[in-house]
């Protein structure tokens, strides 16, 4: 996965129960520097997604970050393997 260092030294422990992870479709593209792109996300009622943001280890506890709308998060965010944002995951 291209940009991949940024993913060192995150935890990504999930936060709560039914928490994925989910990464910003461009998160490259953007050019933001020292973001992973990378939140933890769950259904909540109505449809929406319950949102948090993924940390570095010993950075801070994860907090919620409110109720994304369904569709709209759908658009901009797509599920990925914990696997793969680590070295381990790429078989490295």
Not at 2 to 20: A, I, K, V
Request: aromatic letters at 14%; a negative charge; glycine letters at 20%.
């Amino acid at each position: 996965m291209e940009g991949s260092g940024n993913y060192e030294g995150l935890d990504l422990t999930p936060p709560e129960e039914g928490f994925e992870h989910y990464r910003h479709k461009n998160a490259e593209g953007l050019g933001i520097r020292g973001w992973t792109g990378l939140y933890w996300a769950r259904r909540a009622e109505g449809g929406g997604f319950e949102i948090r943001g993924v940390l570095r280890k010993g950075e801070a506890y994860s907090y919620p970050g409110g109720v994304f709308p369904g569709e709209a998060f759908e658009r901009f965010y797509e599920r990925v393997d914990p696997g793969e944002l680590t070295e381990e995951g790429k078989g490295s």
